[in-house]
């Protein structure tokens, strides 16, 4: 799959192609629907499945970071997952100044048609773009019929009654419903990121951590959870700290995982994090004599339900 960051980057041989548009984030059922669609659209007219979104997500560049609805995915999440999904091609787009205050009108004509020369363009049911909101399908559609692209909207994809969408999957994973969650997303809600040095207070208790620091990336989940942890090919029982660490005064997010067992030298290296269920609220204790006894509880379910999940512990 290939990757093409910023509009500079889309050269000519980038030109004929089948193209949708949107955040994506989360790639759930919802957008796999669309990708799907996508795909077969792409096999009719012979040109590759190719999927815009922007960085920052537009929610973020006009309310800011700490204003926006906090991500579900990372934009390499979303790469890892379409490359499985099939796509062929995610062209990212800086959202800044100029394509903020671009037209529906202008995207279509100058970029779409004039950069990306789409055969094709695949939305979803709710989609909208273009400065204020004011391109949709329909003009998509009038426009398509003009430049010679066609237009195509898809369903909505619902769970029960309720149309799935990036909104109730954050509401159910800062609820703690992971299981909501995993049905909407149609896979298990996972974070993932490089291993770093943290101030080493967990060794001090008997619970060292994999650190992995989320700068300003807001996540939709907090609290303390039973995982499983991939780690070279292998599935790993462990528990994780999400949240601020209020007992040492902390400040900055961070997702810290204690791997049973031994996993081994693992600093420098990206894991992947799998929640699987939400056991408490991130809270302050009095101590850490307070916290080292709760941690000795958790540990316990966190256990019993990594292993549930098909999780071992690496004694090596």
């Known amino acids: 799959m290939e990757l093409v960051r910023g509009l500079i980057n889309v050269k000519e041989k980038h030109s004929g192609c089948v193209l949708t548009i949107g955040n994506f984030d989360g790639v759930h059922e919802g957008h796999r629907m669309v990708l799907a669609k996508l795909r077969e659209m792409a096999v009719k007219y012979h040109v590759p499945s190719a999927v815009m979104t922007f960085e920052p997500q537009p929610l973020e560049y006009f309310s800011g970071i700490r204003n926006a609805p906090p991500r579900i995915s990372t934009l390499r999440d979303k790469l890892t997952i379409m490359q499985e999904l099939g796509i062929d091609r995610l062209i990212s787009l800086r959202f800044g100044k100029e394509l903020s205050s671009m037209g529906a009108d202008a995207f279509i004509r100058d970029i779409l048609v004039g950069k990306l020369g789409v055969r094709c363009v695949v939305v979803g049911d709710d989609f909208c773009f273009g400065k204020g909101r004011a391109g949709n399908l329909k003009l998509l559609r009038k426009m398509g019929e003009e430049y010679g692209f066609e237009a195509i909207g898809t369903g909505s994809f619902m769970d029960g009654s309720r149309r799935v969408s990036s909104t109730l999957i954050r509401k159910a994973l800062t609820d703690g419903d992971l299981a909501s969650a995993e049905r909407m997303l149609g896979r298990e809600y996972s974070m ?54 209020p007992t040492v005064d902390g400040q900055e997010p961070r997702l810290e995982v204690n791997i049973f067992g031994n996993p081994g030298d693992i600093y420098g290296r990206r894991i992947t994090v799998i929640l699987l269920r939400k056991l408490r609220d991130e809270v302050k204790f009095p101590s850490l004599e307070s916290l080292r006894k709760q941690i000795e509880a958790d540990a316990v379910e966190a256990m019993a339900e990594a292993r549930k999940a098909g999780a071992s512990v690496n004694e090596n």
């Open 192 to 245: 993932s990121g490089k291993v770093t040095h943290g101030d080493e207070i967990g060794r001090t208790i008997g619970f060292p951590t994999a650190n992995i620091h989320l700068g300003n990336r807001r996540v939709p989940v907090a609290g303390v959870f039973a995982v499983r942890v991939l780690l070279d090919g292998k599935s790993l029982c462990g528990m994780a700290n999400i949240g601020t660490r």
